[in-house]
C-alpha cells in the first residue's frame, strides 16, 4: 500500500509519462528507420474520403437489382481497432445532417441508388469501410476515414448529396457530372461502383510532409488475408494503440484510484 | 535447222508445195514464238530480278555500313577538337546506296515485268518484287538523301563561335526534313498495299524486312522533320531559353518513370548549351508550384500535395503535368522563370554514354553506359550509407555527366553518334521535354518524348506504378502485361488485362535506406517488402466489370484522367513475391493497333498484345 507523498508522485508521474508516451511510441515506429534531417516526405498514398463523426457520407452506387432494398453501414476495416459497428443515426456533431437518417435505400428501376448516410457522432476515429449490401446482389464497400468530430469535411457535403438526388437517378452517379470532383472516391468490382463524397479532400499544402496520418486502408489486402510471400500482417498499429492506450488509462485510473484512498486514509488519520 | 535449197527447185509444180510449207513453217514460228515469250519473259524477269537482288543489297549494305559508322563514331581517345581520319560521309553513303535502289528499280521496270505483274496469283512475287525495289530507291532517295544532306551541313557547317549546332542550318533543313518524312510515310503505305503471302516465301519474308525497317524510319523521320521545326527556336534562335532537366530515380516509382531526385538547369543561347546549376529534392522542400491542373487532376492527386510535395510532383504518367509543377516551383524558388523542361533517368544516361564515352568522377569512379544504372540506382545506397554524401554523390554524377554530353554535343565529328542515341531514348520515352510555349508543345505534345497521355479513342494501355513505401526497392521490380481481347458483345468487345508484379528483391543485405518504410501502415512487414500504387489506365470509354486479385474479387479505386478511365489499387508487394492483378473490361470496338504505355524503369516492361479481330462493325 502506498502512503508517504513522495510515491504518490511517483505513481502520478509514471501514469502521465505512459499515456503522453504511446503516441510518441507510434511515431518512434513510423521513423524507426528513418535518418534525420533528410528531406523524406511521405509517399504518396491512394486517396480515401474522410468525414468527422457526426458527418454525412453521400454516396450514389450503381450494379444492383431494380428497386433493391440496400443496406448501409459503417464498419471498422480492422475488427482489432474497435469493439462493434457504429450505428447509423444519431448524427448533428460532425457538420452534415442526413434529411432521412435510416441506413436503408432503395435502389431505382435501373439498379442504381443515392443517398445520404449519417455518421454516428460517437463514431471514434480510425479507418473504416462504408458498406452499401443489397439484399439479392451483394455488397459494394469503400474505405472511409473518421476523424475527429469537427475535423475538415463541415459545410461541404450539401450540394453535392442533393444534386445527387436531385439526378433521381436519372444520369448513373459516375455520368452526372461528380466524375473527377475533388474529393470523390470511387470504387469499382464485382459488377458494381460506388462513388462517395465528403467533401473534405482538397489539397492541403504540405499536408503529406508534415500531417500525422490516419491507418490507411489496402484495398485488396484485408488484415486477415494471406499474401504470396508468406508475409502476413498480424497485427495493426492502430491495435496496438487502443491496447497501449487502455493500459495507460487502466494504470492512471488505478494509480487515481490509490491516490485517491491514501489521501482518504490521510485524511482520516488527520481527523483521528 | 535444214534450209530448203530454194535455188534448185525453181520448177513451177514445186511452186504450190512451197507456198504450203512456208504458211506451216510460219506458223510453227509464230505458235514457237508465242510459245517462247512467255519463257523468254521469265527468263529475263529471273536474270533482272537476281540482278536487281544484288543492286537491293549493294543498297542496304551502304547503308549498313553507314549506321555502324555513325554508331561507332569517332575513337574515343582523339582529343577533341582533333582532326579526325577522314571518312566517306553520309551523303556519299547514301548516294550510293540510292544508285544501287535506283539501278535495282530501273532492272524490275519494262513491259516483261509489267505483265508478268498482272498474272493472276503467278504474279504476286514479280509484283513485290517490283514495289520492294521501287520503294527502295524512293526511301533513298526521297527519305535519306535529304537526311544526309542535313545531317552533313550540320556536320561541317558548324557555328562560327563554336562547335555547337548551326541553328540556321536546322531552321533551312525542316522543309525538306518535312517532305522526307510525309515520303518516308507514303513509301511505307504501298509497302503494305504489296502482297503479303505469295507462292514464294522468300519474297515474302524479303516485303516483311522491308516493312520492318520502314515501321523504324518513318518515326525516325517524323521526329527529325519535329525536331528540325521546333529546335532553333528551343535552343535559343532568338533569345537565351532556360529550362529544368530532372534526373529521375527509378529505383523509386513515379508516374512519369521515378522520383525526382538530381536536377539541373540548362540554359541555350544560339545553340549553345551550358549548365548554371545543379541541385537535388532537398533544395526544392519548400518549394511551392503555382499552377491550377483542373479538378480532375486535383481529384486523382491533389490529397498527395503534388504541387507542394517535389517528391510528388510526377505521379501522373502525363509528362506536361510533371513539367508544370516543376517549372512553377523552380520559379518559385529562385523567381526566375523557365522555358520548359526535361526529364532522364540512368538507363538514358547509359544510352547516350554509350555514344559520348566514360566520364570519372572526381574521386576516380568511372561513369559508363555498363555501370551508371547500378552506380546510381543500388550500389551507391551501400557506398554512402549517409544521405548527405550519397546525394552530393549523385550531383557529381550528373555534373560529370552533364559536361561530357555538352562536350560531345559540341563536337562536330562525334556529335551524330550522339544525336542517333539521343534519338533512340527520345522515342523511347525515357528523355522527355515539355515545352511553356505553345507552338513547341504543340509539336511535342504528340511525340513520345512528349510523353502525354493520348487525346484518341484508339485501343490503349498503360500500366503506371507509384512506390507507396517510400523504399528505394523498384530495382527489383519485374512488370508483366498481357492484354488480351476477347468477344464481342452488343455493347463493345470484352478485354482482359493481367498484371504481374514481381517484387526481385533479396531477403536480406540491402541498405537500411533502400529497404526503410516511410508509409503509415496497419500491418507488420519485413525488409525488402514493396508497397506500390498500381494504377491501369484503360481505353476512352472503358468500363470495368470484374476485377481480381491474385484469383479474388477486389474493388479497386476508380478515376479518370484526360479522358482515360483509371483503376488504381494499393499493393502490399512483399519480397520475393509475385501478385497477380486481373482487370475485365469491356471497350469500344476498335481496330486500330493498341497503343501501350510503357513506363521507363530499370527492369523493361514485358507487354503481350494478343491479336484481335475486326468486331465486324
Redesign the interface.
Known amino acids: 500500500m502506498i502512503k508517504s507523498s513522495p510515491w504518490r508522485a511517483v505513481v502520478a508521474a509514471t501514469a502521465a509519462t505512459f499515456v503522453a508516451a504511446v503516441p510518441l511510441t507510434n511515431a518512434q515506429f513510423?521513423y524507426a528507420?528513418?535518418?534525420t534531417n533528410?528531406?523524406?516526405?511521405?509517399?504518396?498514398?491512394?486517396?480515401t474520403a474522410s468525414v468527422p463523426a457526426g458527418g454525412a457520407i453521400y454516396f450514389g452506387a450503381e450494379g444492383f437489382e431494380p428497386e433493391e432494398v440496400v443496406t448501409a453501414s459503417l464498419d471498422p476495416e480492422?475488427s482489432t481497432a474497435l469493439s462493434g459497428p457504429p450505428r447509423s443515426g444519431g448524427g448533428g456533431g460532425g457538420g452534415d445532417e442526413c434529411e432521412d437518417q435510416d441506413a436503408t435505400y432503395q435502389a431505382n428501376t435501373r439498379g442504381t441508388v443515392f443517398g445520404c448516410f449519417q455518421v454516428p457522432k460517437g463514431t471514434p476515429p480510425g479507418?473504416y469501410l462504408f458498406t452499401l449490401t443489397g439484399e439479392e446482389s451483394g455488397s459494394?464497400?469503400?474505405p472511409v476515414t473518421v476523424t475527429a468530430r469537427n475535423g475538415h469535411g463541415d459545410g461541404h457535403g450539401h450540394g453535392h448529396g442533393g444534386g445527387w438526388r436531385s439526378a433521381d437517378g436519372a444520369s448513373l452517379p459516375?455520368e452526372g457530372g461528380i466524375?473527377?470532383?475533388?474529393?470523390?472516391?470511387?470504387?469499382?468490382?464485382?459488377?458494381k461502383?460506388?462513388a462517395l463524397r465528403t467533401g473534405a479532400?482538397?489539397?492541403?499544402?504540405?499536408?503529406?510532409?508534415t500531417s500525422q496520418?490516419?491507418?490507411?486502408?489496402?484495398?485488396?489486402?484485408d488484415?486477415t488475408?494471406h499474401?504470396?510471400?508468406?508475409?502476413v500482417?498480424?497485427?495493426?498499429?492502430?491495435?496496438l494503440n487502443w491496447v497501449l492506450l487502455g493500459g495507460a488509462a487502466g494504470l492512471a485510473a488505478v494509480a487515481v484510484k490509490t491516490v485517491t484512498v491514501v489521501r482518504r486514509r490521510h485524511a482520516r488519520t488527520e481527523q483521528g | 535447222m535444214r534450209m530448203p535449197r530454194l535455188w534448185k527447185h525453181p520448177e513451177p509444180h514445186h511452186a504450190d508445195s512451197l507456198v504450203g510449207w512456208l504458211g506451216r513453217r510460219r506458223a510453227r514460228l509464230l505458235v514457237g514464238a508465242l510459245a517462247g515469250l512467255p519463257l523468254v519473259g521469265a527468263g529475263w524477269i529471273v536474270i533482272t530480278g537476281l540482278l536487281a537482288r544484288d543492286e537491293l543489297l549493294a543498297s542496304q549494305q551502304a547503308l549498313n555500313s553507314l549506321r555502324q559508322q555513325i554508331a561507332a563514331g569517332p575513337p574515343a581517345e582523339v582529343p577533341v577538337g582533333n582532326a579526325m581520319p577522314v571518312k566517306r560521309g553520309p551523303d556519299a553513303a547514301v548516294r550510293a546506296a540510292a544508285a544501287h535502289a535506283a539501278r535495282a528499280h530501273r532492272l524490275t521496270t519494262g513491259p516483261a515485268w509489267y505483265s508478268a505483274a498482272h498474272v493472276p496469283v503467278l504474279g504476286g512475287p514479280v509484283r513485290t518484287v517490283r514495289g520492294a525495289a521501287e520503294a527502295a530507291e524512293r526511301l533513298t532517295r526521297d527519305v535519306l538523301s535529304p537526311l544526309a544532306d542535313t545531317a552533313t551541313e550540320l556536320t561541317t557547317d558548324t557555328a562560327k563561335d563554336g562547335g555547337h549546332l548551326n541553328l540556321s542550318v536546322l531552321r533551312r533543313a525542316a522543309p525538306a526534313l518535312g517532305q522526307a518524312s510525309r515520303s518516308a510515310s507514303d513509301v511505307r503505305t504501298e509497302v503494305d498495299e504489296l502482297p503479303r503471302r505469295t507462292w514464294l516465301p522468300a519474297v515474302d519474308r524479303a516485303r516483311a524486312q522491308l516493312a520492318e525497317r520502314l515501321d523504324r524510319i518513318v518515326p525516325a523521320t517524323v521526329d527529325a522533320a519535329a525536331a528540325a521545326r521546333v529546335m532553333p527556336s528551343m535552343l535559343g534562335e532568338r533569345g537565351p531559353r532556360r529550362y529544368v532537366v530532372v534526373f529521375e530515380n527509378t529505383a523509386e516509382a513515379r508516374g512519369t518513370g521515378g522520383l525526382p531526385g538530381a536536377f539541373a538547369v540548362l540554359t541555350a543561347d544560339r545553340g549553345r548549351l551550358a549548365f548554371e546549376h545543379f541541385g537535388n529534392?532537398?533544395e526544392m522542400?519548400d518549394a511551392?508550384a503555382a499552377v491550377d491542373l483542373?479538378?480532375?487532376y486535383?481529384?486523382?492527386?491533389?490529397?498527395?500535395?503534388?504541387?507542394?510535395?517535389w517528391?510528388?510532383s510526377n505521379?501522373s504518367p502525363h509528362f506536361p503535368y510533371a513539367a508544370r509543377i516543376w517549372t512553377a516551383a523552380w520559379e518559385d524558388h529562385t523567381g526566375r522563370k523557365t522555358d520548359g523542361a526535361f526529364a532522364l533517368d540512368p538507363s538514358a544516361l547509359s544510352g547516350l554514354l554509350a555514344a559520348s564515352g566514360s566520364v570519372r568522377l572526381p574521386d576516380g569512379t568511372a561513369v559508363t553506359a555498363a555501370n551508371v544504372v547500378d552506380l546510381t540506382e543500388r550500389s551507391s545506397y551501400a557506398a554512402y550509407p549517409d544521405?548527405?554524401q550519397r546525394k552530393a554523390f549523385f550531383l557529381d554524377v550528373a555534373r560529370a555527366v552533364a559536361g561530357r554530353l555538352l562536350g560531345v554535343a559540341n563536337d562536330p565529328e562525334r556529335r551524330p553518334a550522339l544525336l542517333a542515341a539521343l534519338s533512340g531514348q527520345l522515342r523511347e520515352g525515357r528523355v522527355k521535354v515539355w515545352s511553356a510555349h505553345p507552338s513547341e508543345q504543340r509539336e511535342l505534345g504528340r511525340r513520345p518524348y512528349g510523353g502525354a497521355l493520348p487525346d484518341t479513342s484508339d485501343p490503349f494501355a498503360g500500366l503506371v506504378v507509384?512506390?507507396?513505401?517510400?523504399t528505394k526497392l523498384d530495382y527489383y521490380l519485374d512488370r508483366r502485361l498481357e492484354w488480351a481481347p476477347g468477344r464481342c458483345v452488343a455493347a463493345g468487345r470484352e478485354v482482359s488485362v493481367t498484371v504481374d508484379l514481381t517484387?526481385r528483391a533479396p531477403a536480406s543485405g540491402l541498405p537500411?535506406?533502400v529497404?526503410?518504410?516511410?508509409?503509415?501502415?496497419?500491418?507488420?512487414?519485413?525488409p525488402g517488402?514493396n508497397?506500390l500504387?498500381v494504377s491501369y489506365y484503360a481505353s476512352k470509354g472503358a468500363r470495368?466489370?470484374?476485377?481480381a486479385?491474385?484469383g479474388?474479387?477486389?474493388?479497386?479505386?476508380?478515376?479518370?484522367e484526360r479522358g482515360h478511365p483509371v483503376?488504381?489499387?494499393?499493393?502490399?508487394l512483399?519480397?520475393?513475391?509475385?501478385?497477380t492483378l486481373e482487370l475485365h473490361l469491356l471497350e469500344s470496338p476498335s481496330d486500330r493497333p493498341l497503343s501501350l504505355l510503357r513506363q521507363p524503369m530499370v527492369r523493361p516492361l514485358r507487354a503481350t498484345v494478343r491479336p484481335y479481330p475486326s468486331c465486324g462493325n
Do not use: C, W
Open positions: 513510423a528507420d528513418a535518418p533528410v528531406y523524406q516526405p511521405y509517399p504518396p498514398e491512394l486517396i480492422f479507418p459494394v464497400s469503400a459516375m466524375e473527377g470532383q475533388p474529393g470523390t472516391v470511387k470504387v469499382a468490382g464485382n459488377g461502383t460506388l479532400a482538397e489539397e492541403q499544402p504540405g499536408s503529406i510532409g496520418r490516419e491507418g490507411l486502408a489496402l484495398a485488396g489486402y488484415s488475408s499474401v504470396s510471400g508468406s508475409t500482417p498480424t497485427e495493426t498499429d492502430s491495435g | 529534392d532537398t522542400a511551392v483542373g479538378d480532375e486535383a481529384a486523382s492527386h491533389g490529397h498527395n500535395a503534388p504541387t507542394t510535395t517528391v510528388n505521379l544521405t548527405r507509384n512506390n507507396a513505401a517510400g517484387n537500411p535506406y529497404t526503410q518504410r516511410l508509409d503509415a501502415r496497419p500491418y507488420r512487414t519485413r517488402d508497397r500504387l470495368l466489370a470484374e476485377a486479385l491474385d479474388r474479387p477486389i474493388l479497386v479505386n476508380q478515376a479518370v483503376y488504381t489499387l494499393d499493393l502490399e512483399p519480397a520475393g513475391a509475385t501478385r
